[in-house]
């Protein structure tokens, strides 16, 4: 074992606490496989990060860092906060990217572009394969969140990397009182992420939670990666603008602002604040 550098930073909001955390180690060298997910286990966080030297090539293409990214209980090929957060943990921790306007990251899914706009990073989304979900799995999810037909306005199965049943509801309040079973929704094996347009708010635009029993994770505070499939989706089905906030958190008592973007040449950009909450060395 070794003393590495780490950090974990809370992604999604500029005040500790109330985001989404992140556990990084930021010299994952030399590790192998099982004592990765082990670690990751043990943090018992939604996501634990490692970070590496970009592939030659991955250095090639401009990445300025690589990393691999656990659940609890397995390897994500992609993921929105720990994307954001392992970023900002490079950067706290010195790192310098090959071009001053942009951070360059290899994960499995490949080159994820992130900005630096002020405080704040953005991702760009991955590209989304979506379609509609089965009659059958559809059925046994709103039976699992506790929902009626009626609430329901569409769906969609999503995966940017990490797939999720995207469902939008008829209002905030539906989404804000939802008690899933859990064990249910574990059972189906499937992540859920369900969502509703606020009407007469200017900010937030859009309520989010997330369910992910599948993989040990009842809700997750705040997430990424289905903000950003959600945000491809609802744009350009016009269900929601080419700019938005959104938040997510609430019912675990967080607070998460996620910042939507979509520019002109159609990529959707996902990002927010991220704060350092511990900051020293790991034995690993």
Known sequence: MHQRRFQQVDVFTPVPYQGNPLAVVLDGADLGDAELQRFANWTNLSETTFLLPPSAAGRAAGADYRVRIFDPVSELRFAGHPTLGSCHAWLQAGGQPQRPDRVVQECQ???????????????????????????????????????????????????????????????????????????????????????????????PQLEVRAFAAAVDVPEDPVTGSLNASLAQWLIAEGYAPTQYLATQGRCLGRNGQVHIERDAEGQVWVGGASVTCVDGTVQL
């Open 109 to 203: 899914v490949g080159l994820v572009q992130i900005r630096r706009v002020g405080q704040r990073l953005l991702f760009a989304a991955p590209p989304l394969q979506r379609s509609a979900p089965s009659p059958m799995l559809l059925a046994q999810v709103e039976a699992a969140l506790g929902l009626k037909p009626q609430h329901i306005l569409a769906a969609q199965t999503l995966d940017n990397g990490l797939p999720w049943l995207g469902i939008l509801l008829d209002s905030p309040q539906t989404v804000l009182q939802l008690q899933p079973n859990h064990q249910a929704l574990k059972q189906i094996g499937v992540t859920v992420g369900v969502a509703a347009v606020y009407a007469d708010a200017p900010s």
